[in-house]
C-alpha cells in the first residue's frame, strides 16, 4: 500500500528536494523539470511517469518501479537506482554519473545518448 497516492498528478517543475516519498504511487505523474535533488524515492511506484529533464541528483532510488518511465535529458549524478526496475525506460541523452544501478533490470530500456561514467552497472540486466 502506497504511503502517499500522486498518481496523475502534475508536479512538472516542482520544487521537491529532500522530500520522502517512499512506496509513493507516482504511476503517470508529471515530473518534468521537477528538482528532486536528494528525495527518497525508495520503492516508490513511477511506472509511465514522465521525468524528463528532472533533476535526479543524489536521489534514493533503490527499488523504485520506473518501468516505461521518461527520463530522457534527467539528471542521476550519484543516484541509487539497485533492483529498480526500469524496463522499456527512456533514458536518451540523460546523465548516469557515479551511479549505482546495482541489479537493476534495464531491459529494452532506451540508453541512446545516455552519459554512464563510474556507473556500477554489477549483475544489472541490460538485455534488448
Do not use: Q, W
Not at 8 to 21: K, Q, R, V
Not at 29 to 47: C, F
Amino acid at each position: 500500500m502506497p504511503d502517499v497516492d500522486l498518481h496523475n498528478a502534475n508536479l512538472s517543475n516542482s520544487d521537491l528536494s529532500n522530500i520522502s516519498l517512499c512506496r509513493a504511487n507516482l504511476i503517470h505523474a508529471n515530473l518534468e523539470g521537477a528538482n528532486l535533488r536528494g528525495a527518497n524515492l525508495a520503492n516508490a511506484d513511477l511506472r509511465n511517469a514522465n521525468l524528463r529533464r528532472a533533476d535526479l541528483t543524489d536521489t534514493y532510488l533503490v527499488g523504485a518501479d520506473l518501468r516505461r518511465a521518461n527520463l530522457s535529458f534527467s539528471y542521476l549524478t550519484h543516484s541509487r537506482l539497485s533492483y529498480a526496475k526500469m524496463n522499456y525506460a527512456d533514458l536518451n541523452g540523460a546523465g548516469l554519473l557515479g551511479v549505482s544501478l546495482y541489479k537493476a533490470n534495464l531491459t529494452n530500456a532506451n540508453l541512446e545518448n545516455t552519459t554512464l561514467r563510474n556507473t556500477n552497472l554489477r549483475d544489472a540486466n541490460l538485455n534488448g
